[in-house]
C-alpha cells in the first residue's frame, strides 16, 4: 500500500475518486476456510461452428430471422431490446413520491467474430482490433441520435449469459444511467477542484507506482483500481486524454487490441477455465455539452474469487451497508501480473 499510516493487513477502507464512495477491505480474512456454493467449472469443448446456435453465422434465430453469413464481428439489432425507440416520449408521473419518466432507445447485438469457439483472449489481435473499430462505430452511429451509447460484455453463465457463442451488446438511451452520472459528478468535481482530469492523473500517479498494474503498453494500462470492489476486478485507462472509443487514434486502437488479450488471457489462465466477467466502456456522453472532464475508460468486473468455482457474493453487508472485500488490490495485481501470456488453451496446440 502506498501510505505508512494504513496497514495492509489489517481491516481498512479505500476511497473511490470515481464514484465517491467507500470500500471496506479486510485482509486478515483471505484465511478462512469456504464450505459454501461452488459454481462449475467451464470444461465445455465448443465447436467452431454450432448448428443450434441462434448466433452463428446462417443460422436462424427465436423470431425467424437469418443470421447473415458473416466473418469478424456483426451486429444486429436485439430481438428482446430493454430500450425501445418508439416509447411514448416526455411524460412523468408528476408525484414526488411515485416519480418516472418515459424514456427511448435500442439494443444491439454484437458477435466479436464467426467462431462459436473462441472468446475474446483466443482471437488474434488483429481481429480484435477488428472489435474495437466495430465499437467505435456503434457510439458514433447511435451517439448521432442518444445521449450515452453503452458497450459491453457479459462472459459466462455465472454472469447471466445464455448463449455461449460470443458476444456482447450495445444499449444506448436518451437518459444518463446512474453509475454514468455518478461518474461523471465526480470527474467534474475534480476537474473545478484541481484543473486535473482525474483518472489521467490517476493513471499517472498507477505508472508510477506500479503496484497495482497488471499489464500496459506505450498507449495503455490495466490496473486492478486502489478502490477495487470485485476480487480481480481491473480499470483499463489510455495515458492520454481521451473522451471516447472513436477519438482513438490507429496505434491507440492497435495498442487497445494488445492489452485486451494479455488481460483476460491473464483472467482465463487464472484459474484455466473460461473467466467470466462483466465488462463495459464508460466513455463521455453523447449529448451535447461539454465534457473536458471525462477520461475514457473500461470496468471489468469478474466474480471468481478463490478458484474456478468459488465466487465472490456481494450480499449481507455490501448490500446493506459498503462494498467490502479481502484480498487487497495489491495481491490481485500481482496474481495476475505474474500469470502467463500464453493462453492455456493453446499449450502444443496450433490454431
Avoid at 486535473?196 to 499517472?204: G, K, R, T
Avoid at 500517479?205 to 481491473?234: C, G, H, M, Q, Y
Wanted: glycine fraction near 6%.
Amino acid at each position: 500500500m502506498s501510505s505508512s499510516c494504513v496497514s495492509s493487513d489489517a481491516p481498512h477502507r479505500r476511497f473511490n475518486l470515481l464514484k465517491g464512495e467507500w470500500v471496506l477491505v479486510s485482509p486478515h480474512r483471505n484465511k478462512r476456510p469456504w464450505s459454501g456454493q461452488q459454481e462449475a467449472a467451464s470444461a465445455e469443448v465448443k465447436p467452431r461452428f454450432d448448428p443450434g446456435c441462434y448466433l452463428c453465422p446462417g443460422n436462424t434465430r427465436n423470431n425467424g430471422v437469418t443470421n447473415d453469413d458473416y466473418e469478424g464481428p456483426w451486429v444486429f439489432d436485439n430481438d428482446f431490446p430493454a430500450l425501445l425507440t418508439d416509447s411514448p416520449e416526455g411524460g412523468t408521473t408528476g408525484d414526488p413520491l411515485f416519480r418516472a419518466e418515459n424514456v427511448r432507445g435500442t439494443a444491439r447485438v454484437m458477435c466479436f467474430s464467426e467462431r462459436h469457439d473462441l472468446t475474446l483472449p483466443e482471437l488474434p489481435v488483429s481481429e480484435i482490433r477488428k472489435v474495437v473499430d466495430v465499437w467505435a462505430e456503434q457510439i458514433e452511429d447511435l451517439g448521432a441520435r442518444y445521449d450515452w451509447v453503452a458497450v459491453f460484455e457479459n462472459k459466462g453463465a455465472v454472469m447471466g449469459c445464455s448463449q455461449p457463442h460470443p458476444h456482447g451488446q450495445i444499449w444506448a438511451s436518451d437518459f444518463l444511467p446512474n453509475e454514468v452520472t455518478r461518474e461523471d459528478a465526480c470527474q467534474a468535481r475534480h476537474l473545478a477542484e484541481t484543473g486535473e482530469v482525474l483518472l489521467l492523473s490517476y493513471a499517472a500517479a498507477e505508472a508510477s507506482k506500479r503496484e497495482r498494474i497488471v499489464v500496459e503498453n506505450d498507449d495503455w494500462l490495466a490496473v486492478v483500481p486502489w478502490w477495487a470492489v470485485w476480487p480481480f476486478e481491473t480499470l483499463v485507462l489510455p495515458r492520454r486524454h481521451v473522451l471516447r472509443l472513436p477519438d482513438l487514434t490507429g496505434p491507440e486502437r492497435d495498442g487497445l487490441a494488445d492489452l485486451l488479450k494479455r488481460l483476460c488471457t491473464r483472467y482465463d489462465n487464472l484459474f484455466e477455465t473460461e473467466f467470466p466477467y462483466t465488462m463495459g466502456w464508460h466513455g463521455a456522453p453523447t449529448r451535447a455539452g461539454l465534457w473536458d472532464h471525462w477520461q475514457l475508460h473500461a470496468h471489468f468486473y469478474p466474480p471468481l474469487l478463490r478458484s474456478a468455482t468459488v465466487r465472490k457474493f456481494m450480499v449481507g453487508y455490501e448490500m446493506l451497508s459498503e462494498a467490502q472485500r479481502d484480498l487487497t488490490a495489491e495481491q490481485a495485481a500481482e496474481r495476475l501480473r505474474s500469470l502467463p501470456e500464453l493462453h492455456f488453451k493453446s499449450k502444443g496446440q496450433e490454431r
